[in-house]
């Protein structure tokens, strides 16, 4: 995943936000702020190249010292970020530097 060009389409606002990720940003008290801050300044911990209809990545990020993934994908046809879900992941399923799922 090309991770300038995705930070670059957030900075133009080129966001679109599925209806799933803003339904889990709700219920998980999370807000698009805060979501574009792991965007701009997390780190890509897993790539998708092969999801459809764009290739997706899991970024990690830190807001007051919780970690934060969001799951978002890039067109680079139109230079459009996708939101695709956002979670806070938990010990059951990550090891405790939260980028390392358990297997």
Same mark, same amino acid.
């Given at each position: 995943?090309?991770?300038?060009?995705?930070?670059?389409? =957030?900075?133009?606002?080129?966001?679109?936000?599925?209806?799933?990720? /803003?339904?889990?940003?709700?219920?998980?008290? =999370?807000?698009? +702020?805060?979501?574009?801050?792991? /965007?701009?300044?997390?780190?890509? *911990?897993?790539?998708?190249? +092969?999801?459809?209809?764009?290739?997706?990545? /899991?970024?990690?990020?830190? =807001?007051?010292?919780?970690?934060?993934?969001?799951?978002?994908?890039?067109?680079?046809?139109?230079?459009?970020?996708? =939101? *695709?879900?956002?979670?806070?992941?938990? /010990?059951?399923?990550?090891?405790?530097?939260?980028?390392?799922?358990?297997?």
């Amino acid at each position: 995943m090309d991770t300038n060009q995705l930070k670059k389409a =957030i900075k133009n606002g080129r966001v679109e936000w599925q209806k799933h990720s /803003l339904e889990r940003m709700m219920e998980r008290g =999370i807000t698009r +702020e805060e979501v574009k801050c792991v /965007l701009l300044e997390g780190e890509l *911990i897993e790539d998708y190249p +092969e999801d459809k209809p764009f290739q997706s990545g /899991l970024f990690l990020g830190w =807001i007051d010292g919780k970690p934060l993934h969001t799951v978002a994908s890039i067109d680079s046809r139109s230079n459009c970020c996708f =939101i *695709i879900t956002v979670y806070r992941p938990d /010990l059951e399923h990550f090891e405790q530097d939260y980028r390392t799922r358990k297997k």
